[in-house]
């Protein structure tokens, strides 16, 4: 799961990619948003503002 996470994080910062596909694929954005509500609450800034900006994102 993280390799997942990681992967769209890095997908996240290629211009022409960003974040569109994910926003079409619903089965993926269904399986990823609970993962990403749960690292909202990681102690690591970092982490949990990666996963409030593609929650934003998803909601789009």
Partial sequence: M???IR????LEKIPAVKIKW???DIELKE???P???RLT???R???AGKAEKMIDKLKK
């Fill in 2 to 4: 993280k390799f997942i």
């Fill in 45 to 47: 800034k970092s982490v």
């Fill in 22 to 24: 994910s926003i079409i």
């Fill in 35 to 37: 993962h990403l509500l």
């Fill in 31 to 33: 399986w990823l948003f």
């Fill in 7 to 10: 992967f769209i994080l890095e």
């Fill in 41 to 43: 609450s990681d102690k």
